[in-house]
């Protein structure tokens, strides 16, 4: 990571780096893939996305593309001369930045842990769940999966058991982890929220698909999704699996699979 000691050169590169990086992707997932049924190749460029953005900007460009982007500082602010003011306003500003959304992250992981400590341990067949004392949408953290059994119907119930047993088996809040830790560094950067979005948009889509090859209906399902999603809230790290936009996820259900041929 960049720390304060960077000539202001090298940390204006670092910035401009990763915001093409993350920009380029999510352009690509914009218009290349998001209206693909490839959600498990989806995943892998997402997170790629996220890697990458990450570690790009300590990467080297080719001489001949290092001069196009490079800041070169103006005549008697070289070696030796007092810095400009605005660069250490920038990097104030961009540590403050850094400082926000670090204690965001915290209170986020501080809010789930004092759910996790208000709920007790249970059973649902073969599943292990935590049963929270106050009323929150169902949702999986880890391996964890947190639901109020008595507040749905035994069909509506199964729905949602399996829907979040399938985002806890795949490992997805990991996906949702990696996203918020580069938001901290990269807050100013748009690719970086709008790939984080993305990754949640396209978990919720590849556990639908999921649902629907489990023989599951696809009305019964989309009925179900209906009565769960609301308004209640929760940090995004958990928020992210119930609260998708449901307008694309319907979308996406009713969407053929895509041919092979476009992979």
Known sequence: MVFPSVEMSHLLLLLVKANLA??????????????LTFYRLNRVYLLAAV?????????????????????????GTGAGSPRPWWSDLVTGIWLAGIAVMGGRFFLQLVSWWRLH????????????????????????????????????????????????????????SLDILLAELELIFYWFNPGAWLIRSAIAGNLEFLVDQKMLSGGIGTAAYQYGLLREIHGQSLPFMVRAFSHSNLKNRLKMMNRNRSSRLQV
């Open 22 to 35: 993350l920009g380029f992707f999510w352009l690509g997932y914009r218009f290349l893939l998001r209206g």
């Open 51 to 75: 890697v990458i953005g990450a570690v790009i900007p300590l990467v080297p460009l080719p001489d001949m593309v290092h001069p196009v982007i490079s800041w070169t500082p103006p005549a």
């Open 117 to 172: 400590r208000q709920s007790r341990p249970g059973s649902l067949g073969n599943h292990r769940i935590r049963i929270p004392d106050a009323e929150v949408p169902a949702f999986s953290f880890f391996h964890e999966i947190y639901l109020l059994p008595g507040k749905y119907s035994p069909s509506d119930l199964r729905l949602v058991l399996t829907h979040e047993s399938l985002h806890a088996s795949g490992w997805h």
